[in-house]
């Protein structure tokens, strides 16, 4: 009788936190079919990349990355190359056909498939699923947690977008918005804690409009975080990421609440200007914008707001990038992703405006706005020297065996002296200095 040798399979991860948890839930499927997950491509018979569509500049990394593993298959003709997630969903059979790159090609909606795919990829025969789905969210899946310290983890609430922004390819790559039922979510975020995690991030597109319904039941996303809230004072819950125009004042009163929910908010505004706003069709204007941004300071004082910025959209003008300079500095923004406007095929804007902003206009702006956000991170980590914060300690600093670092609730990085306690436990540190990245303290 020949033993038939497990096989094992190495996934390469871009893009998003929620590719990250996409991820954890392809080799939770793979695992429980008996493959085994490898740590290094060298060792693998399977090598798949899971990968984001968001900007041209992602889709060209994985690109190389593919050209890459084509070389490694000529020495070992039996590896199996797939790609997963959302260039899977676009780019499908180019890849496949002209370039041919890959053996099997799976969409986001279609990872409980693979095991099949990776037979039929293995008997020589492509294979491919790109087949989204109205109502998957891999509820029942326990993700296995990889490259996991332990402490903090992600939970995909909810998948699919139907905001359509017009610059944006992810309804086309992740389909029709639909929540996960919160039973499902408790109960990962129970065995979580069970596990020593102290830490969950709650992942959606917009998790604003998480909507479950079942006979009389209604839980909204407020409703769902009170819940995990309550599992116990010591896991912390955060969440990401925030539609502005679904940023509700009940959901600010269950932040200002709960201790334990953390005290950060992303909250992209992509333009300070309202004619790009329309454009862009985001659905709120920047006084809007600014009015939630005042409700949240008041309301929960200290709370740290992020965002996201796109510059060089379709006929961004001058006048429309200093109306982001200015919005900028009113929010005070703790922290910024910034990011050169990238059309891409089959959106709004590439089907109703022109690209025409110069490259070289895109980048003096983009320069211009991580600037002030250096500067504005920089007084945001000032200010908080001499404040003493709840500190979960993640684990032992990068740069000295001597430290610990670890986060507050406002999602601040600290690095400090390493105390008696273990990575997954909460202490108290008093900042000392501060860089426009990090806080340095000591615990008290
Ligand atoms: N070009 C540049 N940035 C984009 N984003 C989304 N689509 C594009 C695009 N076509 C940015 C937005 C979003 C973040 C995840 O990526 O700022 O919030
Ligand atoms: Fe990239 Fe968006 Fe897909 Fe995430 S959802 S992987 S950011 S395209």
Redesign the pocket.
Known sequence: MTEQKTRKFFIETYG?QMNFSDSEIVASILTKQGFEASTEVETADIVLLNTCS??EHAEERVRKRLHYFRSLKKKKPGLTIGLLGCMAERTKTALMEEEQLLDLIAGPDSYRHLPGLLEQARSGKKAIDIILSADETYADISPVRLDSGGVSAFISIMRGCENFCS??VVPYARGVERSRDPESVIRESKDLFSKGFREITLLGQNVNSYEWLAGLERVNFPLLLQRIAAIDLRLRVRFATSHPKDLSPELIETIADHPNICKAIHL?V?SGSNAVLDKMNRKYTREEYLGKIRAIRSRIPGCAIST?I?TGFCGETEADHQQTIELMKEASFDYA?T????E?PQTLAAERYTDDVPAEVKERRLREIISLQQELSSASNHRDIGETFETLIEGESKRSDKNFYGRNSQNKVLVFPKTSQEPGEYVMVKVKRATSATLIGEAV
């Open positions: 998003c968001i900007r610059y944006c992209p992509q996201d796109i992703f990011f050169k406007y990238s891409r």
